[in-house]
């Protein structure tokens, strides 16, 4: 299963190839949160400096004002699922989930 995944993902990241959709939208969702895991520390993980910086930067003021502290806090510690003081993909993506789910659910409402 591992072994069919990573041809499936390493054919999405071959760039000649034609990508989907939702294919285009992981890829870039990969490439986003590594442009700012890179900045620091551990390059596969956010720090809460890389977070605010990714958030600020990727989703406005969606999740409340960029300069709240506290409002900062409690994202990163949400996230943060196992406690390690970093926001790793799997934690990151499971915001961008929780947030695309809200925006669908939204768009229903408004039709
Ligand atoms: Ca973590």
């Known amino acids: ?3 069919y995944l990573t041809n499936v993902f390493s054919s999405i990241l071959e760039p000649a190839i ?3 959709d ?5 890829t870039l969702l990969i490439k986003a949160f590594d ?3 890179g900045k620091e520390g551990d390059k596969y993980t956010l720090s809460k400096a890389e977070l605010k910086e990714l958030l600020q930067n ?3 003021e969606v999740l409340g004002k960029a300069n709240d502290k506290v409002a900062l806090d409690r994202i ?3 996230l943060d699922t196992n406690k ?5 993909f799997r934690e990151f993506v499971s915001l961008v989930s929780c947030l695309t789910q809200m925006c669908h659910e939204y768009f229903i ?3």
């Open 1 to 3: 299963m591992c072994h």
């Open 18 to 20: 034609i990508m989907s």
């Open 22 to 26: 939702v294919q285009n939208a992981m």
């Open 35 to 37: 442009k700012y895991s």
């Open 58 to 60: 990727e989703f406005g």
């Open 76 to 78: 990163f510690k949400d």
């Open 84 to 88: 390690d003081n970093s926001v790793d």
């Open 109 to 111: 409402r408004q039709k």
